[in-house]
């Protein structure tokens, strides 16, 4: 599973070929499409067409996970404990990557942090 933080869907969200490269490499090794919970859309849109333009774009092909299971939310709040660091979104981000999934951010630090307590999940920057 691919899990996208508010980075990591604002630069792929980008129109412009390093961009599009990515996606067609992840489609390549079939982790497209990526899982993209509503929590990131809080920090990633601002409600304003003009601005969310693209963003809403790149929406259309993922999935966007509209609820975090209460057994998710308690696993990130352990995470979070766990690591001692990193946001409440970025710890849930890390949980619902669980088992063996990926992460990617444009920054990675607390994500990284988070990861180390997790099961397998992979932090890659974008």
Do not use: F, Y
Not at 31 to 50: M, N, Y
């Amino acid at each position: 599973m691919l899990v996208l933080d508010s980075g990591g869907l604002s630069r792929l969200s980008q129109r412009n070929r390093r961009a599009a490269a990515l996606i067609e490499a992840l489609r390549m090794e079939s982790l497209w499409p990526p899982v993209v919970p509503t929590v990131v859309l809080a920090e990633s849109t601002t409600g304003a067409a003009r601005t969310d333009v693209h963003v809403n774009r790149l929406l259309k092909s993922c999935d966007v996970d509209p609820v975090v299971a209460e057994a998710t939310a308690r696993r990130a709040g352990h995470l979070r404990a766990q690591a001692r660091r990193g946001s409440a979104i970025d710890a849930l981000l890390v949980a619902l990557a669980e088992p063996g999934g990926t992460v990617l951010s444009g920054d990675a630090e607390d994500l990284r942090a988070l990861a180390a307590h997790a099961d397998g999940v992979a932090i890659e920057r974008v």
